[in-house]
């Protein structure tokens, strides 16, 4: 992960120099900070990254910054390293999203396969939301009638009843029908409701008695299906080294 970027906030320059040292040895860009503000005021590129930060510091603590930078809208993975942690710390920070606590002294190796855990999540999370991006761009594209069509096509809705409901000809349900299909870049009704679903779309509201035939099922069996399981990079260092 050569295009990843590991930041590191801890007030002890030694550990700073120490794990900087550790995670360039393994081909991983390195920015480190003395400081909570330094690390805020730095640019940071759009690439997988995750920020190891040390609990205590002077000033702000790291179990305040997490918060700060949640209310931020700062989704970096934080990796918690400490010498004076305890469980009920450790607890806290685990439930507001840490992906990882390192009591000091730790051992390279485990700060590595952190490392390696939050970058792996950190670059699926960009992956999706460039993903909602490109789905949310080409639905700009469709026209109001194409939109309220879809609504229909998602809920189920055959074209004869999504006509009835807009009081309009099956073929223009049809026309709308196959222009959003074609914009949306689908080829299937499935694909129609996942792109749905990444969007926030809500399915128009069926009627009491539902239609004699419908996508529904399909709608549910997407919903059950899990995608496959995310691949996690290790990273080594060669040795069983442990840092202060």
Do not use: W
């Not at 993903?131 to 229909?152: D, G, I, S």
């Not at 779309?201 to 059950?224: F, G, M, N």
Request: hydrophobic share 40%; proline share 5%; net charge neutral.
């Amino acid at each position: 992960m050569t295009d990843s970027t590991v930041y590191i906030v801890d007030d002890d320059e030694s550990i700073r120099t120490s794990l900087s040292s550790l995670l360039r040895s393994v081909g991983l860009q390195v920015c480190a900070f003395e400081t909570t503000q330094g690390f805020l005021d730095a640019s940071r590129e759009e690439v997988p990254s995750c920020l190891i930060l040390d609990i205590r510091l002077r000033g702000e603590s790291g179990l305040m910054f997490q918060q700060h930078a949640l209310k931020l809208g700062i989704p970096v993975p934080i990796i918690f390293m400490t010498g004076h942690g305890d469980i009920a710390m450790t607890v806290a920070a685990m439930k507001a999203g840490a992906v990882d606590f390192l009591a000091k002294p730790f051992r390279c190796q485990d700060m590595l396969d952190a490392v390696a855990s939050a970058l792996a999540a950190d670059a699926e999370r960009l992956k999706k939301r460039q993903a909602e991006v490109e789905v949310r761009e080409k639905y700009e594209t469709l026209t109001p009638r194409e939109r309220e069509v879809v609504t229909y096509v998602i809920a189920g809705f055959l074209n004869k009843q999504i006509a009835g409901r807009m009081s309009v000809s099956e073929i223009t349900v049809k026309i709308h029908r196959g222009s959003a299909m074609k914009k949306m870049a689908v080829r299937c009704v499935p694909d129609l409701v996942r792109k749905a679903q990444t969007l926030g779309l809500q399915p128009a509201i069926p009627d009491s008695k539902p239609p004699r035939q419908s996508h529904v099922s399909t709608v549910q069996t997407l919903q059950t299906n899990q995608e496959r399981p995310f691949s996690l990079p290790r990273f080594s260092s060669g040795n069983d080294q442990t840092l202060p």
